[in-house]
């Protein structure tokens, strides 16, 4: 029996991670957020949505789309195939990580931390949801055979 690549589960091992340190900021803090920590925030959220899409790269890989690369093509076949619903959050998410390691102005950042509150994270969350499935039905399938 030939083995497949399975390196987009090892990476979603480490989008799990990223995502639970992410979720520690957003899920556990009631008052606002001092300056270092919206940073932390925003640092969290660059490293999650990398390995997010690179998570998806390497699936797409594995399932046989082998010249698609980079965020936007990814995720524009990533929900063709159903694994993000929400393309135009995506597209959100995707143009406010580019800046997000440049910027130094609070009310920019400020805008992100909020975003990433409010809808990326729960965008990354679904993610998680939809490729744990995926990765069940694939182990699942190993037993069939």
Do not use: C
């Not at 639970?20 to 949505?49: C, H, P």
């Not at 990398?50 to 965020?71: C, F, H, M, S």
């Amino acid at each position: 029996m030939e083995e497949k690549d399975i390196r987009w589960q090892q990476r979603f091992i480490n989008f799990n991670k990223a995502l639970t340190k992410l979720g520690e900021v957003v899920e556990n803090r009631k008052e606002a957020l001092s300056e270092l920590e919206t940073e932390g925030l925003i640092q969290r959220f660059e490293y999650t949505f990398e390995l997010a899409w690179k998570t998806l790269q390497d699936l797409l890989r594995y399932k046989g789309y082998i010249n698609i690369a980079g965020p936007n093509p990814v995720l524009e076949q990533a929900f063709k195939d159903g694994y993000i619903t929400d393309a135009e959050g995506w597209k959100r998410m995707k143009k406010s990580r580019e800046p997000s390691s440049h910027t130094y102005d609070p009310e920019t950042a400020e805008e992100i931390a909020e975003s990433i509150k409010d809808t990326y994270y729960k965008l990354l969350r679904s993610l998680s949801t939809k490729l744990a499935e995926e990765q069940y039905g694939e182990q699942s399938s190993l037993f069939d055979e």
